[in-house]
């Protein structure tokens, strides 16, 4: 497995435990660990974190919803359904610069979090780059799109 099914197959996992699909976090840690058992030492390293973070993430984002402003649920509502992981490098670009752009649109109408809305986007744009030039610790890609 590389680290783009492993990404793909956490996301997968992290959004059945947002939704409330699996509750098991535990389980779910387990399984990761023994998809990411055939990457890389630094690949590993990475999944390693994300898998360790799972369950502080999944705390996190079930905090108490009514805290949030209707903006924000509305962003983090579009985030967990956008589609980033199917499809050619182009649509997959595609779909997280309509995310990005829905995203702004929904902040520039906010109140006070806006700027915290804007951030979400971040991420966004790092899995932009990461999908043109592969992720920052792998090799270059042979068609030299990697440096």
């Known amino acids: 497995m590389d680290f783009n099914e492993f990404q793909r197959q956490y996301k997968l996992s992290r959004a059945s435990l947002i939704a409330g699909d699996t509750t098991d976090i535990n389980g779910v ?6 998809l990411a058992g055939d990457l890389t030492d630094t690949e590993l390293a990475a999944a390693t974190k994300l898998i360790n973070g799972l369950p502080a993430l999944i705390a996190n984002l079930q905090e108490d919803d009514a805290k949030r402003s209707p903006e924000m649920r509305e962003a983090l509502r579009i985030i967990a359904e956008g589609r980033f992981d199917d499809g050619t490098v182009d649509e997959r670009s595609a779909a997280l610069a309509d995310v990005r752009k829905r995203i702004w649109a929904i902040a520039d109408r906010a109140g ?8 979400l986007t971040r991420g966004l744009e790092s899995d932009e780059r ?3 030039l592969g992720p920052p ?11």
Do not use: C, F, V, Y
């Open 29 to 34: 840690q387990t399984h990761l660990r023994h």
């Open 112 to 119: 006070a979090d806006s700027s915290q809305i804007r951030n």
């Open 130 to 132: 990461a999908l043109e």
């Open 137 to 147: 610790w792998s090799d270059p890609r042979p068609d030299n799109r990697g440096g």
